[in-house]
């Protein structure tokens, strides 16, 4: 929740941002006119509009209305649930922030910075940009998903939903297959992998028992992966051939790969589908658009 003390400042930090963004330059510039000369502009304004809505605040020749300041509240508020402007005290620094806010904009249209081409430039982009917003949200606002469509979608992808499988296992290499026979052979009688793995292998991970700790099938080499696949926790794999010489590889433990039920990925499904009609539908308006509109587009000049 935001305090007058903690809320105040945020409209002035919200607008202020562009304005820095613009250059030191322009910066400079904007501060070098006095407030005194600006004061005596604003009163040469011309004489107040007709104002619709309750006079909250009279700012020299504008007004800030009570039904204008409650919807500043409310957007301003929709932007996170952390924001609450409902008390007594943050709403009078809210205010004082519009105030200052319009203070500036007053100032900066006495120094004609209103008129600048930047200034005018960036108005204009961000019309066109709430233009465009505007006609998106009227063109998908009847776009829907159906619960049948999200239940198929399911059904057909329902494995791509699944968390990688992750198995761990240990691993003994020798460097021929007569050794690797022999080892198994002691396997099969109830040697101890990770003992045997001590003293047989070659491979780097000797020292630790053969362990390779938790692996994806596509990890490790291609008979690796085959191997590894078709075996459950506890097992002992068939001696096959790698780049280091012979393996044989047990499956200690499994885990992921199960497929999440429809309930849990619900939601994700649904924003999906509806993501993929409402660019459909805009894709549907932009190509009619093009199709009626005369475009001509000089391509040779794009080098």
Known sequence: MISRSQGSGIVIILFLLP???????????????????????????PAQPQVQGTVLARINNDVITLESFDEKIKNLESLSPDIRIDTPDAKKGYLNDLIIQELIVQEAKARGIDKAKDIKDAV?????????????????????????????????????????????????????????????????????????????????????????GFVHLGDKFENFGKAVAVLDAGQVSPIFK????????????????????????????????LQQKQSERIKELSDKLKRDAKIDIKEDLLR
């Open 19 to 45: 304005i820095f963004l613009l250059g030191c330059d322009q910066i400079q510039g904007m501060f070098q006119t006095s407030l005194a000369t600006s004061k005596s502009k604003v009163s040469e304004a």
């Open 124 to 212: 204009d982009e961000f019309k066109k940009g709430a233009m465009v917003r505007q006609v998106i949200m009227d063109e998908t606002k009847g776009v829907m998903v159906q619960p049948s469509e999200i239940e198929s979608f399911y059904n057909q992808y329902k494995k791509e939903f699944a968390a990688p499988e992750e198995i761990k296992v240990r691993e003994i290499v020798v460097s021929s297959e007569a050794t690797a026979k022999e080892v198994l052979i002691s396997l099969l009688q109830g040697a101890d992998f990770a003992s045997v793995a001590k003293e047989r292998s070659i491979a780097p991970s000797a020292g630790k028992g053969g362990d390779l």
């Open 242 to 273: 790698g780049p280091d010489g012979f393996y044989i590889v047990k499956v200690e433990e499994k885990k992921g790969g199960a497929v999440p039920q429809l309930a849990e990925v619900y939601d994700q499904i649904k924003n999906g589908l």
